[in-house]
């Protein structure tokens, strides 16, 4: 079956620190990607998306992802984090004969100190 | 424009006893989902609907749980009876439809947050 890993499962970090956060897939066919955020106490929100293209994604409040094939990964990136940053991040994969249903990680929680 | 709806947002009932929750999708989209996310886990979809019609349902616990769209709008999902296992977050998403734009996004809503004792 397929599955989503998230390695970290706690990440505790300055402000200003930069951010990386892991996401591994386990499917060799072709895949649609997602991160979701979910700040305390708010909805899950969509962060970015990749469904094809340059493989290097933009998403909102200045987060990347980058989608490596060979490395079955969608890695989430953000260079200088901020306190509002702090929250539950989701990586989730939908393949593609199967686009409406979303296979979720376990989410990683993010904890960001003034 | 509104958001997934869902109520209610918190529900504590005792176990064995029926509970239900409901979803109102943002208006025009055709596909509704819901999911269930237990403690320290991402959501897992129970059952996906298109338009009234249930087209992924081989999640949903059938003994127990029951799901209906009537309208191809709204949706209730229900528990009867429930069990101390139920305890968890059941979250509401919607999305346009697959074939729509071919990149469809899922918009969540806030959960009902179930707390079986």
């Known amino acids: 079956a397929q599955s989503v890993s998230q390695h970290n499962h706690h990440v505790i970090l300055s402000e200003a620190a930069s951010l990386e956060l892991g996401c591994n897939y386990s499917y060799g066919g072709t895949v649609n990607l997602f991160w979701y955020v979910q700040y305390p106490g708010q909805h899950l929100q969509l962060l970015l998306k990749y469904f094809s293209g340059d493989p290097l994604v933009k998403g909102i409040k200045g987060f990347e992802a980058e989608f490596i094939k060979s490395k079955f990964s969608f890695n989430l990136r953000k260079p200088s984090v901020q306190w509002s940053d702090t929250a539950e991040y989701f990586c989730a994969v939908s393949l593609s004969y199967n686009t409406d249903k979303l296979i979720f990680g376990t989410g990683t929680r993010l904890q960001v100190f003034p | 424009e509104a958001g997934v709806v869902q109520s209610p947002r918190y529900k504590i009932i005792e176990k064995k006893q029926p509970v239900a929750f409901w979803c109102n999708p943002i208006s025009g989209h055709n596909t509704l989902y819901w999911y269930l996310q237990n403690l320290g886990q991402g959501p897992e979809l129970l059952i996906r609907y298109e338009n009234e019609e249930a087209v992924d349902d081989s999640q949903l616990p059938k003994d127990r749980f029951s799901a209906e769209r009537l309208k191809g709008v709204d949706s209730t999902l229900k528990i009867q009876p429930a069990e101390l296992g139920d305890s968890a977050v059941y979250l509401c998403?919607?999305?346009?439809?697959?074939?729509?734009?071919?990149?469809?996004?899922?918009?969540f809503g806030p959960g009902t947050r179930l707390l079986v004792l």
């Open positions: 998403a919607s999305s346009l439809g697959v074939g729509q734009t071919g990149e469809e996004t899922q918009y």
